[in-house]
């Protein structure tokens, strides 16, 4: 039986770079934080309307899809996920978490997904593979789109491709995972399976790419039998990195 996380487990298990507090911190906790956790920020919001809705902008620093930054992989699709309005947030962070994405939003007059102005700049310079993604069906086509399927009469090859994920590392010098025969499938939505995702992309050395390596699911899409099919041929024909 695993122990019960305390809050400092949790913490510290994900690794945590910024914090942000929605009530005053007292100066020694503030201390205890920056000793056990060192996080690059720690940002206390004073003054917040208790009925106003929390948002947590996301933090870190971008790597943009320029052609010097693709180099001579440019020709590969780079994939740009579209979620729709009504797309349920279980998919959503399961791209985002794997695959990488970029932040979005829709055009009031035409529902169409618009992105950040230097981003929209440089789309029609990539060779960019839009992924539309509106519900499980969809989010089951797009796997098959990026694994393909198994040999037989209905094979479909999959597609070769760049994911967001990837750019961080595109420049970096050669890295040996820690095991190449090995893929883990992390399948849950507690504090100790997101650490392991997380976390275990650096010490396992699969940051280049790590969906080659590795899935999380969170335990929903895991027992949905609409995503049975596309997962089982995930598994059997992932990526095996560039």
């Known amino acids: ?11 510290e298990g994900v690794d945590v770079d910024c914090l942000k507090s929605f009530s005053p911190l007292p100066e ?12 690059w920020n720690l940002e206390q919001i004073r003054q917040f309307p208790p009925d106003a809705p929390i948002r947590v902008d ?7 899809p320029t052609p010097d930054n693709l180099g001579n992989l440019r020709e590969m699709k780079f994939l740009m996920f579209d979620f729709a309005p009504n797309c349920e947030p279980v998919i959503q962070r399961f791209i985002h ?5 970029y932040d979005q939003w829709f055009e009031p007059r035409t529902n169409t997904v618009r992105r950040i102005m230097w981003l929209e700049n440089l789309m029609p310079k990539l060779n960019i593979e839009h992924i539309p993604l509106s519900d499980r069906a969809s989010l089951a086509e797009a796997l098959t789109l ?21 750019l961080p590392s595109l420049h970096l010098g050669e890295v040996w995972p820690q095991s190449d025969r090995v893929y883990q499938v992390l399948v ?3 504090a100790e399976t997101l650490a392991e995702f997380w976390n275990g992309a650096f010490w396992k050395m699969i940051w280049p790419v790590p969906y080659a390596h590795q899935l999380w699911l969170p335990l929903d899409l895991a027992n949905d039998p609409l995503l049975r099919e596309a997962l089982g041929n995930w598994f059997h024909c992932h990526p095996t990195g560039i």
């Open 58 to 64: 996301s933090y870190g620093i971008v790597s943009p």
């Open 97 to 101: 978490r794997d695959f990488g994405t």
């Open 1 to 11: 039986m695993s122990r019960l996380w305390t809050d400092w487990d949790q913490l």
């Open 146 to 166: 990026l694994a393909g399927t198994r040999p037989g009469a209905s094979h479909r090859p999959p597609i070769q491709f760049l994911a967001p994920c990837q």
């Open 28 to 39: 020694t906790l503030i201390h205890k934080l920056d000793e056990r956790l060192q996080p």
């Open 188 to 190: 849950g939505d507690n």
